[in-house]
């Protein structure tokens, strides 16, 4: 076999070794997720468990103002039981005692309606229209919380791709240089020192690009943590066109930006909201001061085995009638003529009975004893213990807490972003002034690489020039994209779309 055919032979191992191997490794995986700032912010919103759980709240919130509302309704209950006793126990129908095995049931249906206690159900359904308002508020706001941090993940890989390309160029020059060297060193222009000293920058070149190259691959793993993706998922980030920083492209003064933001920043909103929640839930405290007034009615009946086999039947009217009393008259000698001294005569008395009876079966009972009611009811507090004015006392400081907490809202949305737009002007700073060096220092390096290879300097001189334009760069790149990442938080306050 000759050597070309041997080349040709593990080109072609090498090919599908490596086609095979990268296939095992994807675990035949998709083609790489590509996406856009805008797309990747959407795509972790969704899947955002934070997210999902606070819009969780927000339907936990319509549910409870529902059930506010549902309070100005009347209830209204059903009730049954069956007791079976066995003993002395009283009859019902004749209020005389009795020894016997009972059975009975009792049945009722009632109805109530507050009609006035003190406005607190009517302020509760205000606040808690407020409420819920305000966890719509607080989904945006953890909406927010999830776009700030993609933006900085998804800036952070732009960050570490320049790194690694600035990191393998400087590789290759490293190499360039070193292969030059070699070649002097062989030729014995140069001492064997240069050469090692180039290979000790060569192995810190390399060292530079493995860190770059962790790096990115960590940034990467964080927007996909952010996304919910798994690591195995291919992603690759759409790379803007970026401007170069520039104070002209800022906005006109921090102020600005909180302007505008203050009418649109979620986490304020809510607070605000909040303290409207505070002022119906002192409005409820004090209403437990005043009178309630409740209306009640219900109807009942009841079942028992010890009723009398005939019951009035229900609905008939009474009729008067005449019956013994149980007790006697003796009639004294000579009263009445013909009637023997000492006879007993019966007492009689008159009393109104049923004019009808009927069979006491069950149905014909629970008839029979049906009762209705309907009742108004006035509860007037006079003294509970000072209960009602300590929940007033407490209900004033959640007030008051709410209220601070709108000024620390505020305070903390201007100092951010303050913060974040004096970042940014001293971003457009950095990068100019790296800019600059970074182009003296170019030159410098090509005036110490020809004075190098004329062997007028060593390779520690060469070393030296090399690793300042390396630093430089370094510099360069990070304030270009501290600029950026300033730019896109300011945009994100302002409510400015955030693709670039």
């Not at 090919?15 to 790489?32: C, D, L, R």
């Amino acid at each position: 076999m000759t050597t070309a055919i041997k080349t040709l032979a593990f080109a072609l191992f090498s090919v599908f070794f490596y086609a095979n191997s990268s296939h095992a490794q994807s675990g035949g995986s998709e083609e790489p997720l590509i996406l856009s700032l805008q797309e990747s912010i959407d795509r972790a919103i969704r899947n955002n468990i934070s997210v999902k759980q606070t819009e969780l709240q927000v339907v936990g919130s319509q549910v409870t103002l529902k059930q506010s509302k549902a309070e100005l309704l009347p209830s209204l209950n059903a009730n049954t039981g069956i007791s079976y006793s066995v003993g002395r126990t009283i009859n019902q129908f004749t209020n005389e005692y009795v020894d016997q095995p009972v059975r009975q049931q009792s049945m009722g249906l009632s109805t109530q309606l507050t009609l006035f206690n003190g406005l607190q159900r009517l302020n509760t359904i205000k606040q808690n229209k407020v409420n819920l308002e305000g966890s719509q508020y607080d989904l945006e706001a953890s909406k927010d919380a999830v776009t700030l941090n993609v933006i900085q993940a998804y800036t952070q890989i732009l960050f570490n791709i320049e790194l690694l390309e600035n990191a393998e160029f400087q590789l290759r020059t490293s190499s360039s240089q070193l292969q030059r060297t070699e070649k002097l060193v062989t030729a014995g222009s140069l001492p064997i020192a240069n050469q090692l000293e180039l290979e000790a920058q060569q192995a810190n070149n390399e060292l530079s690009v493995v860190n770059a190259e962790n790096d990115l691959e960590l940034a990467y793993l964080n927007l996909k943590q952010l996304l919910q993706l798994p690591e195995s998922q291919e992603i690759d980030i759409v790379i803007p066109d970026v401007e170069e920083p520039s104070e002209f492209t800022l906005p006109a003064s921090a102020a600005e930006v909180y302007e505008t933001a203050a009418q649109q920043w979620a986490n304020l909103q809510s607070a605000e909201l909040q303290v409207n929640s505070a002022r119906y839930g002192l409005a409820i405290a004090r209403g437990a001061y005043y009178p309630s007034l409740a209306l009640s009615a219900g109807i009942f009946s009841q079942y028992s085995s010890i009723a009398p086999d005939q019951i009035p039947r229900a609905g008939t009217e009474n009729v008067t009638t005449v019956i013994p009393t149980g007790d006697f008259l003796q009639v004294p000698d000579g009263l009445i003529p013909d009637l023997p001294a000492g006879t007993r005569i019966p007492v009689l008395t008159e009393t109104q009975i049923p004019s009808e009876f009927t069979d006491n079966t069950y149905l014909n009972q629970l008839d029979f004893n049906l009762r209705r009611f309907i009742s108004i009811d006035l509860s007037i507090p006079i003294f509970n213990n000072w209960r009602v004015r300590s929940n007033v006392a407490n209900a004033q400081l959640n007030l008051e807490s709410n209220r601070l907490e709108v000024i620390n809202q505020r305070n903390q949305l201007r100092q951010t972003i303050e913060q974040v737009y004096l970042d940014a002007k001293a971003a457009t700073k950095s990068f100019s002034a790296s800019e600059r060096q970074v182009s003296s220092l170019k030159e410098a390096f090509r005036n110490t690489e020809i004075r190098y290879q004329v062997g007028a300097i060593d390779a520690v001189e060469f070393n030296l020039s090399q690793n300042n334009l390396n630093i430089a760069e370094s510099d360069l790149i990070r304030a270009k994209y501290n600029y950026i990442f300033s730019i896109k938080v300011l945009d994100f306050y302002q409510g400015n779309p955030l693709d670039f």
